[in-house]
């Protein structure tokens, strides 16, 4: 089977859908989602709910994409299988799901692609967006820049200091970058920013989500856009393996990749689909963005989900050594199917990270971003528990070349003097 | 007195209602009783805001511009609790003003709508202004809301379809938050040839009072605006006022906008 009839199939309208997969018409899975947003905003979200719709039955839009998807994002990506990082893991085959192969360097690309055509069928010219690590923004821009459409990036202002490559790749690819001031300075006040953009000129701007939550119809459509990740990854270990994997292992920041790649799986009740969250400095220290794991349900961005909150409803600020998952909330469909018991949350450290990180550098030759280290890390746990026999399927959302200067710093690269010394 | 009596009174007095807004908590919890009993008398003493919006601190107010973020953030880091709204409400009900609270539905959700409204309706509260809660979402809210005899008030935008305005007019309670321009809170040069349409498409749906914010700051903005709304909402001019020049700028602000809404 083609991509593109896999892009097909899952973009079909009409076909009853299995009950838990798609939200209600208001957006909800189960008590989370829905559109926790101000009025002023939800005229703009009912129009891209409908062409969202509309697009999904129109084979010259699905076509467009799928086109777009093949021959400049370069799908369907390669699945790799980690022989020498396996021999860390207990010996579990450990394969990886490539989006660091992606045009861009990342999994982002599949749902910026979907959303500008979308944005070309609105007849908008101004995309927004919000970045953390810069790999959504750099999709977006670059979206931006192959349909001719004017961009602005927000982006806190400690991400743009952490990630001034990506800040450098932005601009030159045409868009705005604005760094924000406000708050913690990373991506939560990025997408507050976003939205107070919005809401003053959604009437010829686009608001470009880069993760699947947000309010309805956001969660759902990036996850559509990003499934394709799991429906090839499901017909590659097939091919490879001749069965499923015992397996799924994703980070979760907003969880856009875990989402992509567990839905592939989600019909397939032995597959177990594990998500890991940004430990930070471990749990007990305070300092992470384990939002499943240690959050409490509210509303932020324009979604009811787990969240890091306070004793007041106050939203604490994450943190992890990845830009890319520092972020408090996370995607309403993540806490469904945790409380539903479908998929697994666990926390993974900083320090685990960047030795999953190396590791796989040296064993493999493949840096990996950090975001997608913390799968990597969660996949040696894994395979350590599950021993020789198991087979884990790891999405390696995105490359690491964003993440040098946090390498350089953490492993003490740039000193040539200096030992490795940790 | 309930919010439609306070409509009423003024309508009485052929003018319209002058809300003014201001963060609790600001810039400490005891200083923003001092500021909204400004609010309520006005250098003469005898004009004030008809009725003062409590607004609730929150983390990520994405409805708020810089100004009110910032107030925000100061009340915050003073070390603002959820409870101390309670407590200014209760400070404004006794001055004989009458306080709604503008809150974002996290804090909300997280005490519980019911306690929320409970609690606020015990210090003297009369209604809840929640500019991230649309009624599709409400629920909970219109059941604790109805329980407690509290108004709840739902904002209509220039971009709410005849259907929305309808939905929302229905639910709403108190009096419709007309939100003037398109973007979040801030003074602004002009108030927006929108608002006046906005009004008169959403009285098509309701015989509730119609109050307009977003970006009105002097009184002149405000008697042009008390020209074709039932309230006129101002918010970014108290808090730079009050940050300027405290209590005393507050009461000059607030005859400013008094004279505004009774200038027609």
Redesign the interface.
């Known amino acids: 089977m083609t991509v593109g009839a896999e892009t097909a199939r899952a973009h079909r309208p009409g076909k009853p859908v299995p009950e838990g997969h798609d939200p209600d018409e ?1 957006g909800h899975f189960g008590v989370y989602g ?11 979200q ?1 129009e891209l709910a409908a062409e969202y719709a509309k697009a999904q039955g129109d084979p010259q839009y699905l076509a467009e994409l799928d086109d777009l998807l093949r021959n400049y994002a370069g799908r369907p990506s390669l699945l790799t299988e980690a022989k020498r990082f396996a021999e860390h893991a207990g010996g579990a085959r450990i394969l990886l799901k490539r989006e660091d192969l992606n045009h861009t360097g990342s999994h982002k690309i599949n749902n910026v692609l979907g959303q500008a055509l979308l944005v070309k069928r609105m007849g908008k010219r101004r995309v927004i967006a919000e970045t953390g690590a810069g790999q959504h923004g750099v999709a977006t821009a670059t979206a931006c820049a192959l349909l001719d459409l004017e961009c602005v990036v927000y982006m806190g202002k400690v991400d743009t200091e952490r990630q001034a490559l990506n800040v450098a790749r932005m601009r030159l690819l045409g868009a705005e970058v604005i760094p924000v001031n ?2 913690s300075a990373t991506l ?2 990025a997408i ?1 920013e976003a ?2 953009d919005w ?5 010829h701007t686009h608001y470009l989500l880069g993760t699947a939550a947000g309010s309805h119809p956001f969660p759902m459509m990036v996850r559509n856009f990003h499934k394709v990740i799991g429906d090839e990854a499901r017909r590659q270990v097939l091919e490879l393996t001749g069965r499923l994997p015992d397996v799924v292992a994703a980070c979760v920041g907003g969880g856009s990749n875990a989402i992509g790649i567990f839905h592939g799986f989600i019909d397939d009740p032995g597959v177990r689909l594990v998500g890991f969250e940004p430990g930070g400095h471990g749990i007990s220290s305070g300092e992470h963005g384990a939002t499943l794991c240690e959050g409490t349900p ?5 979604a ?1 989900s787990y ?1 890091l ?1 306070d ?5 604490i600020e994450a943190y992890s050594i990845s830009a890319g998952l520092d972020y408090p909330g996370v995607g309403p469909e993540h806490s469904y199917l945790k409380d539903i018991g479908r998929a697994e949350y666990r926390s993974i450290t900083d320090d685990e990270a960047m030795q999953a990180f190396r590791l796989l550098s040296r064993t493999e030759g493949i840096i990996p971003a950090i975001e997608s280290a913390h799968a990597l890390a969660g996949a040696i746990k894994l395979g350590q528990e599950l021993g020789p026999d198991a087979i884990i399927l790891v999405n390696l959302s995105g490359r690491g070349d964003k993440d040098m200067d946090t390498a350089a710093k953490y492993f003490g690269l740039v000193d040539e003097s200096k030992e490795e010394s940790r | 007195m309930n919010l439609r009596e306070v409509f009423q009174a003024c309508r009485e007095e052929q003018r319209a209602a002058l809300i003014g807004y201001l963060p609790a908590g600001f810039p400490t919890v005891e200083e923003s009783k001092e500021l909204f009993s400004a609010m309520l008398t006005g250098t003469d003493g005898s004009t004030g805001c008809d009725i003062v919006e409590v607004g609730i601190p929150f983390s990520d107010p994405v409805m708020d511009g810089p100004t009110i973020q910032a107030a925000s953030d100061k009340a915050l880091r003073a070390g603002f609790r959820l409870r101390d709204a309670f407590d200014v409400v209760s400070s404004i009900a006794d001055a004989g003003g009458h306080a709604v609270v503008m809150t974002y539905w996290n804090p909300v959700h997280h005490y519980g709508p019911d306690a929320f409204a409970r609690d606020l309706k015990a210090a003297g509260g009369l209604g809840v202004i929640t500019p991230d809660l649309i009624p599709d979402e409400g629920e909970d809210w219109i059941a604790a809301t109805d329980a407690h005899g509290l108004d709840r008030i739902f904002l209509v935008a220039p971009s709410s379809t005849e259907e929305r305005l309808a939905l929302t007019a229905k639910a709403t309670s108190g009096f419709v938050y007309a939100t003037s321009v398109m973007g979040v809170t801030g003074a602004r040069e002009s108030v927006g040839a929108a608002a006046a349409g906005l009004v008169q498409r959403t009285r098509a749906h309701t015989d509730l009072p119609i109050g307009v914010g977003l970006g009105v700051r002097s009184g002149e903005q405000v008697a042009e605006v008390a020209g074709f709304a039932d309230g006129v909402i101002v918010g970014s001019a108290f808090v730079t006022r009050a940050e300027q020049d405290g209590p005393a700028g507050v009461r000059e602000l607030v005859a400013e906008l008094a004279r505004g809404v009774r200038s027609r």
């Open positions: 208001r829905g559109r926790f947003m101000p009025e002023a905003l939800i005229a703009a009912d406000s708050g939560k006040d507050n939205l107070r809401v003053t000129n959604v009437d509210g509303t932020l961005h324009g009811r969240l909150q004793d007041d409803g106050q939203v």
